[in-house]
């Protein structure tokens, strides 16, 4: 009778989680470079049969019936392209393909696909409160000027004598589902080589990849769920209470 109680509290602590993403994600909808996290769950049948390692279904073992449990399964981040939003603003950039600009700060480097860059006071170029922005070569990027000419590739110039000054590190991973991010919100991983599949717009940046219909339709349905599950634990607590009384009553 009480096993109840576990498949519909596993099944409000899911709901809360997954409206915990999706409020994240609307949250996030104007921040340039953001990409959408994905929250998924799995019934405790499914959970048991990974890790006893039964995938085969031809060799097939009993383990229980007991389906309705709801176990954390993964969170993962949706890397699809956002749509690039023109600003004219002379230090923003838009990657186009794959990979992320490189940031530096106190000795620690985190990745992110936001280009809304600007000039620190030493002059160097970074992003606001995240640290200073890396080349190719892994150095930091001093201009001594706001007025440049980008190429496609993200070489910096002077606009008016087109003097080299760097050109923009971008980097890729081997699997961006391997990539964690840190207290600061950017990226963090191993294995970052220079991306060979990418162009650069100037003035512009990536809009999230939010899409805000989805995000509404997913936090209504979370929510009904969430409200189903509290609504039909109370009625079952009046039901074992009722039954516990009846059977005092007997006895």
Do not use: W
């Not at 596993?10 to 997954?18: A, D």
């Not at 936090?219 to 039909?232: E, G, P, V």
């Amino acid at each position: 009778m009480f096993k109840g109680f576990y498949q519909l509290t596993s099944g409000m602590l899911s709901q809360g989680r997954r409206l915990d993403v999706v409020s994240h994600n609307m949250t996030n909808i104007s921040t340039a470079g953001y990409k959408a996290e994905r929250y998924t769950d799995s019934t405790f049948e499914e959970v048991m049969i990974s890790r006893v390692g039964n995938k085969d279904k031809t060799q097939t073992q009993e383990i229980g019936q007991e389906t309705f449990i709801l176990a954390p399964s993964r969170l993962y981040t949706d890397y699809e392209q956002g749509a690039p939003e023109e600003t004219t603003l002379p230090l923003d950039f838009c990657i186009q393909g794959e990979g992320f600009f490189a940031i530096s700060r106190d000795g620690e480097i985190g990745y992110t696909r936001s280009g809304a860059f600007t000039l620190d006071d030493e002059g160097y170029l970074c992003l606001a409160g995240q640290g200073r922005v890396l080349d190719n070569q892994g150095q930091e990027i001093g201009l001594p000027t706001d007025d440049l000419y980008v190429d496609k590739f993200g070489g910096l110039y002077s606009n008016t004598n087109r003097n080299y000054f760097a050109t923009l590190g971008v980097y890729a991973f081997p699997d961006n589902q391997e990539l964690e991010q840190n207290d600061r919100g950017l990226y963090v991983g191993q294995g970052a080589a220079l991306s060979e599949d990418y162009t650069i717009l100037h003035g512009f940046v990536e809009r999230s990849n939010v899409n805000m219909v989805q995000e509404m339709v997913a936090m209504m349905t979370t929510q009904r769920a969430l409200q189903s599950a509290a609504q039909i634990t109370q009625i079952y607590d009046q039901v074992i209470t009722r039954a516990t009384t009846e059977l005092g009553r007997l006895g």
